[in-house]
């Protein structure tokens, strides 16, 4: 069974930095998509960048300039680092493998909470 575990979550006061951390119980090279993704209260998850196999990105506008998606394959690990930190950034984060091929077959992390607040 497949796990991705975030780590580096916690409260940040406005402008300042996270590093989230995801690791995975297997090659991150099985996934050909690995990304992070977020939920605030009384709204839908939502895409915050996504990083390909190959190393194309796909960055939420809302968080571009602002956050940065790494990938490590031979240690199995996927970062994000958020700079600039933003009230409105408050959610629980998911790490996210997407499997090859189809159908879609996503896997996910329990979450991990940041909180960006004064």
């Known amino acids: 069974q497949v796990q991705l575990v975030e780590s580096g979550g916690g409260l940040v006061q406005p402008g300042g930095s996270l590093r989230l951390s995801c690791a995975a119980s297997e090659t991150i090279k099985s996934f050909s998509t690995m990304g992070w993704y977020r939920q605030a209260p009384g709204k839908q998850r939502e895409l915050v960048v996504a990083i390909t196999n190959g190393g194309s990105t796909n960055y939420a506008d809302s968080v571009k300039g602002r956050f940065t998606i790494s990938r490590d394959d031979a240690k199995n690990m996927v970062y994000l680092q958020m700079n600039s930190l933003k009230p409105e950034d408050t959610a629980v984060y998911y790490c996210?493998?997407?499997?090859?091929?189809?159908?879609?077959?996503?896997?996910w992390g329990q979450g991990t909470q940041v909180t960006v607040s004064s």
């Open positions: 996210n493998g997407q499997a090859w091929g189809y159908p879609r077959r996503d896997y």
